[in-house]
């Protein structure tokens, strides 16, 4: 057909094959509760509407600087300052159309062809696609669900070969919920190794305290943005703080990719800072409550949660005693019990015979979910 190998080397993102297929039991009038997708319910906070409402009525419709709007990246410094103690500059920062064209820049400036990059297994399931899309090779290392899924520092040693560029992190972690120590995160960074780090989910922690990887070195690209902490998928809006060094030529590579993010997202963005953390503590406090509730029920159900997660909105739940088959299992769950969830296999090979449900959905729906779960179970036998 012509393809290039790289886009025939792409593999389908599952739970986007979940999700379509319980569209399409949707559009014949089924009833079908997500748990699925890794959205928040909640509606954007007010203040950040206001905002972008005022930026369009002003005028500020127009390209920004390539790097962002400098009140925005100002913003972002003295967020981390607050909550990390870490000092950035905003010269440090390029602000994305989200987080994924963050790491399109991110890799496509570090990685030369045939460099590694170090990834957890399970992971997040489209962090290979972009490593290998930017010529890249992902080495996977498992982490185990009776060590919280930690990173384990042995297993990174021997994973670490002369093309290893990078390691790659996520705490608050997807598909996992868990939260890096701050022990853990010293020892990766003491290897010396460049480090990308996936921080989407600061601000989502229910127990402990969540930890910037630029708080143990400077030798780190940081990968976050606003749409799950402040609610705000659809406004596309993210940032990558990179070393110095790579700036100019990761600015560059945005100039000609995107030319720069939305101006209206990014005036939004600046008001979502400094005006919504009172919406986001409600919003962490109902996930907390959330959480808390589908652990109870799952854990009653038969499933296995060795280490709680205490941060995102997800559980890995351990459904080998149901099934050595995740992806067959959650379209089984689709058809007779209409829930989505995502099955494990699609964050790696480690995670196969697990699920993930995601509480970023009502409580009410999420009540009545594991409801039709337990009686699916029960009928399965």
């Given at each position: 057909m012509g393809l290039c190998k790289k886009i025939q080397q792409i593999k389908p993102f599952m739970v986007m094959e979940v999700l379509e297929a319980a569209q399409e039991l949707e559009a014949k009038g089924i009833d079908v509760i997500h748990l699925e997708v890794g959205e928040p319910d909640f509606d954007t906070p007010r203040c950040v509407k206001r905002a972008a409402q005022e930026?369009?009525?002003a005028g500020y419709t127009k390209y920004t600087h390539s790097l962002g709007l400098l009140e925005l990246r100002?913003?972002?410094?003295?967020?981390y300052w607050k909550n990390y103690g870490v000092e950035i500059s905003p010269s440090q920062i390029i602000v994305t159309s989200g987080t994924s064209p963050a790491m399109v820049l991110c890799f496509g400036a570090l990685l030369d062809e045939g460099d590694?990059?170090?990834?957890?297994?399970?992971?997040?399931?489209?962090?290979?696609?972009?490593i290998r899309f930017c010529g890249g090779i992902p080495r996977r290392v498992e982490v185990f669900e009776d060590d919280g899924f930690q990173y384990p520092i042995s297993s990174i040693k021997k994973a670490v070969g002369p093309k290893t560029k990078a390691i790659l992190i996520n705490s608050?972690?997807?598909?996992?919920?868990?939260v890096l120590s701050r022990e853990r995160m010293e020892e990766i960074a003491d290897l010396g190794i460049y480090v990308v780090s996936d921080e989407i989910y600061h601000g989502l922690v229910y127990e402990g305290k969540?930890?910037?990887i630029l708080e143990f070195t400077d030798r780190a690209f940081v990968l976050n943005g606003f749409s799950k902490k402040y609610a705000m998928t659809g406004w596309r809006l993210g940032y990558l703080i990179a070393p110095r060094d790579f700036v100019r030529c990761i600015q560059s590579l945005a100039q000609n990719l995107f030319i720069c993010a939305s101006s209206i997202a990014?005036?939004?963005g600046i008001a979502a800072i400094k005006e919504a953390e009172g919406d986001v503590a409600e919003m962490r406090r109902i996930y907390n409550e959330r959480r808390r509730y589908m652990l109870s029920r799952l854990k009653g159900m038969g499933f296995g949660i060795g280490v709680e997660p205490t941060g995102a909105f997800y559980i890995l739940a351990n459904a080998r005693g149901f099934t050595s088959?995740?992806?067959?299992?959650?379209?089984?769950?689709?058809?007779h019990a209409h829930i989505g969830v995502t099955p494990g296999i699609d964050f790696g090979k480690n995670a196969e015979g697990y699920i993930r449900f995601s509480y970023a959905n009502?409580?009410?729906?999420?009540?009545e979910a594991m409801d039709r779960l337990e009686v699916f179970l029960s009928n399965r036998g």
């Amino acid at each position: 057909m012509g393809l290039c190998k790289k886009i025939q080397q792409i593999k389908p993102f599952m739970v986007m094959e979940v999700l379509e297929a319980a569209q399409e039991l949707e559009a014949k009038g089924i009833d079908v509760i997500h748990l699925e997708v890794g959205e928040p319910d909640f509606d954007t906070p007010r203040c950040v509407k206001r905002a972008a409402q005022e930026a369009i009525e002003a005028g500020y419709t127009k390209y920004t600087h390539s790097l962002g709007l400098l009140e925005l990246r100002e913003a972002i410094c003295e967020d981390y300052w607050k909550n990390y103690g870490v000092e950035i500059s905003p010269s440090q920062i390029i602000v994305t159309s989200g987080t994924s064209p963050a790491m399109v820049l991110c890799f496509g400036a570090l990685l030369d062809e045939g460099d590694e990059v170090i990834v957890s297994d399970p992971g997040y399931a489209c962090y290979e696609t972009f490593i290998r899309f930017c010529g890249g090779i992902p080495r996977r290392v498992e982490v185990f669900e009776d060590d919280g899924f930690q990173y384990p520092i042995s297993s990174i040693k021997k994973a670490v070969g002369p093309k290893t560029k990078a390691i790659l992190i996520n705490s608050p972690a997807n598909p996992t919920g868990n939260v890096l120590s701050r022990e853990r995160m010293e020892e990766i960074a003491d290897l010396g190794i460049y480090v990308v780090s996936d921080e989407i989910y600061h601000g989502l922690v229910y127990e402990g305290k969540e930890h910037s990887i630029l708080e143990f070195t400077d030798r780190a690209f940081v990968l976050n943005g606003f749409s799950k902490k402040y609610a705000m998928t659809g406004w596309r809006l993210g940032y990558l703080i990179a070393p110095r060094d790579f700036v100019r030529c990761i600015q560059s590579l945005a100039q000609n990719l995107f030319i720069c993010a939305s101006s209206i997202a990014q005036y939004a963005g600046i008001a979502a800072i400094k005006e919504a953390e009172g919406d986001v503590a409600e919003m962490r406090r109902i996930y907390n409550e959330r959480r808390r509730y589908m652990l109870s029920r799952l854990k009653g159900m038969g499933f296995g949660i060795g280490v709680e997660p205490t941060g995102a909105f997800y559980i890995l739940a351990n459904a080998r005693g149901f099934t050595s088959d995740s992806y067959g299992f959650a379209f089984e769950v689709l058809k007779h019990a209409h829930i989505g969830v995502t099955p494990g296999i699609d964050f790696g090979k480690n995670a196969e015979g697990y699920i993930r449900f995601s509480y970023a959905n009502s409580l009410e729906n999420i009540k009545e979910a594991m409801d039709r779960l337990e009686v699916f179970l029960s009928n399965r036998g």
